[in-house]
């Protein structure tokens, strides 16, 4: 018995994938907006995937993330970036998604997202120190989830360095007390820093859709560098999972002039789960029972 789960392992771990490609179907291109003499992309900017923390390889992920009528968006995996480089790569000269590779700095005290970094931001360190290795590398930082758990690490001297705060955050909707702590934080780093971009962000792992909370960015053009840019003046539009947006009243004109939030919500369907229940139970498989020869 177990040399027969040993050898189905593999074969339901591939079998998984498999569904998952042919079981996904191309979106209706999306008609771009634009207002103001910019782009409106919407963009998450704090997924995951696997291999990682997250249940879908970077291929399908990035069909899922196209389904939901994401024009970007960034793989942030806790303390690592070889899969979000892996998912960087695989999208090079391919049409859909722009893809950013990033990192979910993940620390006791602190989380920190940062986007368009090459190379790993070491969590063992104060956050404002974290902030300053992801600016050498030319990327953005963005405090994730900033609930009471996650804030004592934030002193004034970090928020005052962040290009971004989540401000909707798929937590919101389930606690009260986060919605809360996320306006409370935003608002103290408002404080300190007037510009500082506006964040949502679906914090995708296994379950919902990614773009459930997104970020509308206001950028110069379609490239990778201009929606860095555009983070980093501040020119973005937080939208959480019932439509509500908060940003600095101009860009929410602009956005709201060409429709406000425009949600592509297409819940899970029978090929995704089976999907991602057959992966599941092929990695299980070979975790529990191994990989190896089998001698008769």
Excluded: K
């Excluded at 939901?68 to 979000?84: F, I, K, P, R």
């Excluded at 002193?155 to 919605?179: I, K, P, Q």
């Excluded at 780093?189 to 506006?198: E, W």
């Excluded at 997104?214 to 980093?232: F, P």
């Amino acid at each position: 018995m177990v040399n027969l789960v040993r050898w189905l392992s593999p074969v339901v771990l591939v079998a998984g994938f498999g569904l998952g490609t042919l079981g996904e179907s191309s979106p209706a291109p999306r008609p771009g907006r634009s207002a103001g003499g910019y782009l409106i992309l919407a963009a998450d900017f704090h997924v995951h995937a696997f291999p990682g923390d997250g249940a879908l390889p970077p291929w399908l992920l990035r069909r899922q993330v196209e389904r939901a009528g994401l024009d970007v968006y960034t793989l942030t995996n806790h303390n690592q970036v070889m899969t979000s480089r892996l998912a960087g790569w695989l999208a090079q000269g391919s049409p859909g998604p722009l893809v950013i590779v990033g990192e979910e700095v993940t620390a006791p005290r602190y989380h920190l997202v940062a986007v368009g970094v090459r190379e790993v931001v070491s969590w063992e360190q104060p956050a404002a120190a974290a902030v300053r290795d992801v600016h050498a590398q030319g990327g953005i930082a963005i405090a994730a989830h900033p609930g009471r758990d996650f804030v004592s690490g934030w002193d004034d001297e970090a928020v005052a360095l962040l290009d971004g705060v989540e401000r909707a955050h798929g937590g919101m909707h389930f606690d009260s007390e986060a919605r809360d702590d996320y306006a409370d934080f935003y608002a103290r780093a408002r404080s300190l820093n007037q510009g500082i971009a506006p964040i949502g962000s679906s914090d995708f792992h296994t379950t919902g859709v990614p773009g459930w909370c997104r970020t509308y960015v206001l950028a110069r053009e379609r490239t990778v560098d201009s929606v860095l840019e555009a983070v980093r003046e501040g020119r973005t539009v937080a939208a959480d999972a019932t439509g509500v947006l908060y940003g600095d009243p101009g860009w929410l004109a602009l956005v709201e002039s060409v429709g406000g939030f425009i949600p592509r919500p297409e819940p899970p369907d029978r090929w995704r789960r089976l999907s991602i229940a057959c992966a599941w139970l092929g990695v299980l498989g070979l975790v529990v029972f191994g990989w190896r020869r089998t001698s008769y």
